[in-house]
T-cell receptor, first 112, second 110 residues
Framework: QKEVEQDPGPLSVPEGAIVSLNCTYSNSAFQYFMWYRQYSRKGPELLMYTYSSGNKEDGRFTAQVDKSSKYISLFIRDSQPSDSATYLCAMSGYSSASKIIFGSGTRLSIRP | AAGVIQSPRHLIKEKRETATLKCYPIPRHDTVYWYQQGPGQDPQFLISFYEKMQSDKGSIPDRFSAQQFSDYHSELNMSSLELGDSALYFC?????????FGQGTRLTVV
């Protein structure tokens, strides 16, 4: 079993829809939770990070963490065609020295 | 703002050759990670360095080695290259809660 499982997609929604991307994890040592966006052939771009249960908002993006269920989500409101990309959840331990483990990614397509 | 710099951006090597990939982390970041990403796959952790010491090791083949130098830049050395080594290689640097990735080196082994 992988340490991080991510809903594989692909996901195709119309412009303006609310998107929900989800990951589960099994390692209780994970304390930092990150979401990256990756366009084709580019490096992953950090979107948001959080380290506590609850919600964190940044513009149209909301990251949600439920440590008791070992479940994290990223919500995108008012989705735009430019949001079309692969979204990767990532997790790490508390220390800067901890490795970062990625989910398998969800390919998202926003239809105009 | 300074970002993670990787060089070269593209590299073509023949089987059994050696390749060296370089990574220049964001200034004052204390951790460097190396990842390998095959087509349609998520990034696979190879190795990391914290304050110039190896801090963790993932699924890195014995043919690969890496080090971090006194100026914090890191190099990934890959020997006896195989066709299956063709992939995007990403470096990331981290300080505290934020980890940023470079644009990657696309290695093609022919």
């Amino acid at each position: 079993q992988k340490e991080v499982e991510q809903d594989p997609g692909p996901l195709s929604v119309p412009e303006g829809a609310i998107v929900s991307l989800n990951c589960t994890y099994s390692n209780s040592a994970f304390q930092y939770f990150m979401w990256y966006r990756q366009y084709s052939r580019k490096g992953p771009e950090l979107l948001m990070y959080t380290y506590s249960s609850g919600n964190k908002e940044d513009g149209r993006f909301t990251a949600q963490v439920d440590k008791s269920s070992k479940y994290i989500s990223l919500f995108i409101r008012d989705s735009q065609p430019s949001d079309s990309a692969t979204y990767l959840c990532a997790m790490s331990g508390y220390s800067s020295a901890s490795k970062i483990i990625f989910g398998s990614g969800t390919r998202l397509s926003i239809r105009p | 703002a300074a970002g993670v710099i990787q060089s070269p951006r593209h590299l073509i090597k023949e089987k059994r050759e050696t390749a060296t990939l370089k990574c220049y982390p964001i200034p004052r970041h204390d951790t460097v990670y190396w990842y390998q990403q095959g087509p349609g796959q998520d990034p696979q952790f190879l190795i990391s360095f914290y304050e110039k010491m190896q801090s963790d090791k993932g699924s890195i083949p014995d043919r690969f080695s890496a080090q971090q130098f006194s100026d914090y830049h890191s190099e990934l050395n890959m020997s006896s290259l195989e066709l299956g080594d063709s992939a995007l290689y990403f470096c990331a640097s981290r300080k505290g809660t934020e980890a940023f990735f470079g644009q990657g080196t696309r290695l093609t082994v022919v």
